[in-house]
């Protein structure tokens, strides 16, 4: 879906590194999301934001942060990156109040790899 | 706790039989159930919803969903299935009344053949 992307789509890096993953979104919602997805484990959230201000840890955030730097922006970060963190990485946005506040929008993914 | 299980890993149907995809739940308020589909280097997309009202629901490209309270279940139906329905489904609940997080299920894999 274009009105939430993710940058980069693809990436290969080394165990240590740090890695940033980017999420815009132009669909206006104050929520934001990131899971991530490993086979035959479905999705597991990571961290979640309700607003720019409100940032709260999933059931998986060790070795992860994240920031909001505004509605529409909300990057994931590795701060040194393990092999057990090889997946695929998704964010995801749903509005804060409305007839569709459950529902969420997901981005393509990025397939991370730590070598 | 939340949790969701979706029994299958694998579904296979013929195209133009109908399919069921399987979902079972456990929350302890109301459920919130939702069905996401994600197609090869794709993202989730979201397929359809129960939150109230109407135990069937009927949602994107064909499908309909049954929520059955008392077995816990919200299978995915679709009466007759097409090439273009393989994909990855998801089943995801959320508990309505204590919290805001959904919790996904490991996913099922649908083949339709030709």
């Known amino acids: 879906d274009a009105d939430v992307t993710q940058t980069p789509r693809n990436r290969i890096t080394k165990t240590g590194k740090r890695i940033m993953l980017e999420c815009s979104q132009t669909?206006?919602?104050?929520?934001m999301y990131w899971y991530r997805q490993d086979p035959g484990l479905g999705l597991r959230l990571i961290y979640y934001?309700?607003?720019?201000?409100?940032?709260n840890k999933g059931e998986i955030s060790d070795g992860y942060s994240v920031s909001r730097q505004a509605q529409a922006k909300f990057s994931l970060s590795l701060e040194s990156a393990i092999p057990n963190q090889t997946a695929l990485y998704f964010c995801?946005?749903?509005?804060?109040?409305?007839?569709?506040?459950?529902?969420?929008?997901f981005g393509p993914g990025t397939r991370l790899t730590v070598t | 706790a939340q949790s969701v299980a979706q029994p299958e890993d694998q579904v296979n149907v013929a195209e133009g039989n109908p399919l069921t995809v399987k979902c079972t739940y456990s929350?302890?308020?109301?459920?919130?159930l939702f069905w996401y589909v994600q197609y090869p280097n794709r993202g989730l997309q979201f397929l359809l919803k129960?939150?109230?009202?109407?135990?069937l629901v009927k949602g994107s490209y064909g499908f309909e969903a049954e929520f059955n309270k008392s077995q816990t279940s919200f299978h995915l139906k679709k009466p007759s299935a097409l090439v273009s329905d393989s994909a990855l489904y998801f089943c995801?609940?959320?508990?309505?009344?204590?919290?805001?997080?959904?919790?996904f299920g490991a996913g099922t894999r649908l083949f339709v053949k030709a």
């Open positions: 934001s309700f607003d720019v201000k409100d940032i």
């Open positions: 995801a946005t749903s509005p804060g109040t409305s007839g569709k506040s459950h529902e969420q929008y």
């Open positions: 929350v302890s308020g109301n459920p919130y």
């Open positions: 669909k206006g919602h104050d929520r």
């Open positions: 995801a609940v959320r508990d309505g009344v204590k919290g805001f997080k959904t919790i």
């Open positions: 129960y939150i109230t009202g109407d135990n």
